[in-house]
Nanobody
Framework: QVHMVESGGGLVQAGGSLRLSCVPS????????MGWFRQAPGKEREFVAA????????YYADSVKGRFTISRTNAQNTGHLQMNSLKPEDTAVYYC?????????????????????WGQGTQVTVSS
């Protein structure tokens, strides 16, 4: 079983930055892609960003485009989500996820059912 382990969350003022990291633990994971989702209090979980692990393609929700950057460090088998210009509405629990196998469909990156491995989440709180 693969577990995704997130880190880097915390409390930051509006306009500040945070960098989240995600490391797969357990047995070898597929390395097809990695995605980030978030869930704010009282709201459904939503897509934030995703990338293909080998091809370098990246995808972003409109709400974070231009402020967030998803990347990876191959040597450390680690994914990152750099979050700049944070807003109070970015406050949420952020989850890292990876597909069980090769993702399918044109919008696979934003579809939760495409992801089989999930982390426990890390809290990001942005104060105004």
């Amino acid at each position: 079983q693969v577990h995704m382990v997130e880190s880097g969350g915390g409390l930051v003022q509006a306009g500040g930055s945070l960098r989240l990291s995600c490391v797969p633990s357990g047995r070898t994971w597929s390395r097809y892609a990695m995605g980030w989702f978030r869930q704010a209090p009282g709201k459904e979980r939503e897509f934030v960003a995703a990338m293909t692990w080998s091809g370098g393609s990246t995808y972003y929700a409109d709400s974070v485009k231009g402020r967030f950057t998803i990347s990876r460090t191959n040597a450390q088998n680690t994914g990152h989500l750099q979050m700049n210009s944070l807003k109070p509405e970015d406050t949420a629990v952020y989850y890292c996820a990876a597909p069980l196998g090769l993702p399918k469909g044109s919008n696979w990156y934003s579809t939760e059912s495409q992801y089989g491995y999930w982390g426990q989440g890390t809290q990001v709180t942005v104060s105004s």
